[in-house]
């Protein structure tokens, strides 16, 4: 069995967005969505299954845009993520109205994916590279001294900004076996005039063009999703003030906590593709360019082996 799972995360306000939820972007030369050009290239990669995390209330528009379109090439489930998916016990704050996080998102898997999986973000291009990495690791069998062995897409922090503003990215570091010794967020991420990459402000601190970076690009198998429930309670009962409004449940988090914990073995997985996605409203067309240059390439042909709209 070669079974595996792309799960696509596709809940996600996009405040920085300006109101409009950017995954339901079309950004194809026939209106394909950004998830489009991910779901042909894990397809191709070898996955043979996809679920889609979203709300409730984009069921109906997901599935006319994309979901219903797909699951005419391939299996398709549907998980929900909402505020009051919490453990037995636990309420949701007064006042809370962010999302709770990709930690959360995937957590909500737990029964629907019993296979090996890799988990994106819906708005974001990733390359074909990353999924036929990932899904040759996870399909390898491995003796893993630790309960949770993982992989993840190492992409290159300099192919991985956007043009119109600070991001944020998880950057890592990475021993000399390939491993993920640690990740750390880091917001507002830019490039200036000089083309050195800074974070922070005020007196910005640099960061290497090279550094290898999580783009929420995980490879994993069932057990990992098991764990997420105990580690969701931890979070919650360490929320104080208003911690307990905007503090989210994050991927990059937790597995920095297990491999702190010597809990998790990480690979990972370089790939030189350039990431690009719709972070501003901004970047929307930048997309669209880049795409049409991978189109006249040839890396994506005519009908997207049948992942195009219509």
Known sequence: MNDATLIIMAAGIGSRFGGGVKQLEQVGPDGELIMDYSICDALKAGFNRVVFIIRRDLEQDFREMIGDRISRMVPVEYVYQSLDFLPRGFKVPLGRKKPWGTAQAVMCCRGVVREPFAVINADDYYGRQAFEKIYAYLLTPHTCPVPYDMCMAG???????????????????????????????????????????????????RLSPDDYVSMNMWGAYPEFIDCLEERFI????????????????????????????????????????????????????????????????GMYGDGMTGVRRG
């Open 155 to 205: 992409f290159i922090l300099k192919n991985t900004l956007s043009e119109n503003g600070g991001v944020t990215r998880g950057v890592c570091t990475v021993d000399a076996e390939g491993f993920l010794r640690a990740v750390a967020e880091t917001p507002d991420v830019r490039m200036n005039k000089r083309g050195e990459i800074l974070h922070g402000a005020g007196d910005a601190r």
């Open 234 to 297: 931890r979070f919650l009962e360490g929320l104080t003030g208003e911690e307990k409004e905007r503090r989210e449940f994050l991927l990059p988090v937790v597995v920095d906590q297990l491999l702190r914990e010597k809990r998790a073995r990480v690979k990972v997985l370089e790939t030189r593709d350039r990431w690009f996605g719709v972070t501003y409203r901004q970047d929307r067309e930048l997309v669209a360019e880049a795409l049409r240059g991978l189109i006249a390439e």
